[in-house]
């Protein structure tokens, strides 16, 4: 079975803090991507990053950086100097590669206030 | 199209009804999958489809829960005798063959009064 725990419910900041979203994962696979996505109150789903398992080299994107850690498995998501526009639900993801369905957390909502 | 399209929107129901959702995946994409999303959860995965192949529906709730894709194209999910626990926000996404990257639309956001 697969798990995927976001244990932070809710996260509230304060405008150019860093703010870093955890993401612990369970899978019996040896192969597997892991994914973060951002959900604005719009609720359309906005792929941000995907990992595979067997790359476990840290990725930065503009304010974005994730750290993937087998050992631990977690997939942690950092944003530096937070603005008001990255308030949102975050939600990581497990897929398995022999199958299509993918395993959510319950998400992260993130508040930055100005 | 340019994104994966739901429709409705919105959508009140009464209890007992059946209702239908629809999906219209990007064009080309052969991999459609359906998702619930409940008030304050994750997402919960429902039915996939794959080209050709069966549906995979492990995720669907109950028998009263069904999926269609036509011509490898749109996809209608059917609830029928709508229950209250079934309100939620539905979401469709597509995805090209062999590729992990998913493509969501708005979803359908579902009331049963």
């Known amino acids: 079975a697969q798990k995927v725990t976001q244990a932070q419910t809710e996260i509230s900041v304060v405008e150019k803090e860093d703010v870093t979203l955890d993401c612990v994962y369970e899978t019996r696979d040896t192969t597997y991507y892991l994914f973060w996505y951002k959900q604005p109150p719009s609720g359309e789903l906005v792929f941000l990053i995907r990992r595979n398992s067997f790359d476990e080299q840290n990725e930065i994107s503009g304010r974005y950086s994730w750290n993937f850690q087998k050992s631990t498995s977690s997939f942690n998501f950092t944003i530096t100097a937070s603005q008001v526009v990255d308030s949102a639900v975050y939600f990581c993801a497990l897929l398995n590669t022999n199958a299509g369905k993918s395993t959510f957390g319950d998400g992260t909502t993130l508040t930055v206030k100005p | 199209g340019a994104g994966v399209s739901q429709s409705p929107s919105n959508k009140v129901t009464e209890k007992g009804k059946d209702v239908e959702l629809r999906c219209d995946p990007i064009?080309?994409?052969?991999?459609l999958y359906w998702y619930r999303q409940s008030l304050g959860q994750g997402l919960e995965f429902l039915i996939y489809?794959?080209?050709?192949?069966?549906?995979?529906k492990s995720g669907l709730p109950s028998d009263r829960f069904s999926a269609e894709r036509t011509g490898g194209s749109v996809s209608t999910l059917t609830i029928q005798r709508t229950q209250q626990e079934d309100s939620a926000v539905y979401l469709c996404a597509s995805s090209l063959e062999g590729s992990t990257e998913a493509f969501f639309g708005q979803g359908t956001r579902l009331t049963v009064v």
């Open positions: 489809f794959q080209g050709n192949s069966a549906p995979d």
């Open positions: 064009s080309g994409h052969t991999a």
